[in-house]
């Protein structure tokens, strides 16, 4: 009896996944593996071969591998530093860096737009010192600048968590046992936080793989992603099977990546949500 | 008696604006199990840590083995620390936590094999270096702790409170041990802790300190039989600490009664603090007794009574063997030489003898 009330609680839940996660992957199957008059084919998943695809499909891949790189680079150096400094600034530096994600998502680019704009306040300023304009909107730099912009405090965070949880007695013992900084930082710290580097690269990879708004709005139209490809073929081309055989080659993109960074994290921390 | 290793000279440290220590003086000398006793907040942490190098006095010097190694840092000085709460590495198998310190010291594979097994023999652990540190008890990973340390062969060892975080039983095992250890390596011990019991078990000199000073150093014998000031009669075992006036050598005026003592040059009619050890209190009958009271309440502990009594305006605190019921009518007898007798705290730098209750 109560097993059956708890299971019945759990119905909610069912319903979502149902609806909402299995049913859209089976249509998106589907459509995958027919053609618009319903027969069986695999030319829309084949599709990925011609040029302008997988063209695309590589361009998405170099500026997700920049952009997970630039954040890495930069978010590692800051973690450290964090975790170094009294608690209460911690707090407060944290809540800085994750501020802009309270806003919305789209408005972000809207304003990355302006600001790169040939007028905008960005180069009106450079144009008053006298230093050549930057002339990067439209360019696949402008998109990568953006990805970093909006995908850094998910690289941040999990470093820094996994950072913040070595406790000091641990850096204390290992100097005491003798070691300087470097081999404390080579043999404690970054195999103590490589979990949260790892959770940190899935979590900017795979978003900076998949997304269209960026380059949509950043791009002019002149860099073209897997992700605006995909959304041309549903959007206006009106071609649902080949806009879900084109999803299905990158959702294969984007568990291999998963996968492959999940093999290297063995104690599984923080990568197990995705 | 063997020579002083580590000399702590002059020693000032204070945290955001607060004294910690204030001008410490305190020597150790090789071979010795010290243990640095108080309560928290009273410096000894910050004494540990200073000679582990990983605080740097404000003022002073520490001297080891002759030489002045106050502004070395840790990996460049000849001791180790246990910690309190183990800070074994989480990422490596018990022998790389013991090997970690030898494989820094370039040592060769042979040489670390060997160690690796006398250190987990030493602390009985044979046969647990492939287990992961998580699946090891705090016991466990304790004695852990202590083999990653001494495989270094320091010529000291610093443990801070590092039974703490065990329950009674293991506590009391692990105490055995550590003088086991101690004997066999014969190297120098220096314990920090709050558990008096502790210290009065393994130690051969016990520093009683408090907010910052020195109150006592000394063998547990006269620590305990011979506390010097009523700070340390109080927080070494339970004590009867009563407010007297000395009336002359050998004669104290205490509670509206004068006894004799043992003690001699307090003066005449000095105001002293005296000090009676619950288990010095004689309990007899009440025609019999220095003072006579009523019983008012009786805690069996097993070995002995815990009784107070109420007598001439002061509950005191008596251990026996022999149960009085509560109500009944006691007299109190005090030999002479159970009666310690202590300057009362007079100048504010003593201020640190008050008790804090």
Known sequence: MNKLKRQFLAGPYLVWIIGFI?????MILYYALTNQTGEATLSNILAIGTPIHSKALFLSLKLAFLCTAICLVLSYPLAMILSNIRKKHQNLIVFIFILPMWMNFMLRILAWKMLLSNNGVINSVLETLGIPPLDILNTPTAVVFCMVYDFLPFMILPIYNS??????????????????????FFKIILPLTISGVVSGIIMVFVP?????AISDLLGGGKVLLIGNVIEQAFMQEYNWNLGSGLSIVLMVFVIASMALMSAHDKEGGGAGVW | ?????????????????????????????ENEFLTLLGPSGCGKTTTLRLIGGFDTPDQGQVIFDGKDITSLSPNQRQVNTVFQKYALFPHMTIAENIAFGLKIRKKSKQYIQDKIKYALKLVNLDGFEGRSVDSLSGGQQQRIAIARAIVNEPKVLLLDEPLGALDLKLRQDMQYELIRLKNELGITFIYVTHDQEEALTMSDTIVVMNQGYIQQIGTPEDIYNEPSNAFVADFIGE?????????????????????????????????????????????VDPSNGQLAGEVTSLIFKGVHWEIDVMANGFEWLVHTTQMHPVGSHVGIHIDPFNIQIMHKPESSDERAVETDE
């Open chain 2, 239 to 283: 004590s009867n600490i009563i407010d007297g006036i000395m009336v002359k050598d050998r004669l104290v005026e205490l509670l509206g009664v004068t006894l004799p003592c043992v003690d001699e040059g307090f003066g005449q009619q000095k105001p002293v603090d005296v000090v009676i050890r619950p288990e010095d209190v004689e309990l």
């Open chain 1, 208 to 212: 900076a793989l998949t997304s269209f």
């Open chain 1, 163 to 184: 950072m913040a949880r070595i406790g000091k007695d641990i850096i204390e013992a290992a100097k005491d046992l003798g070691a300087g900084s470097v081999t404390i």
């Open chain 2, 1 to 29: 008696m063997s020579k002083k290793l580590i000399d702590l000279v002059h020693i000032s440290k204070s945290f955001d604006g607060a004294a910690v220590l204030d001008d410490l003086n305190l020597y150790i000398r």
């Open chain 1, 22 to 26: 299995l049913l859209p992957i089976i």
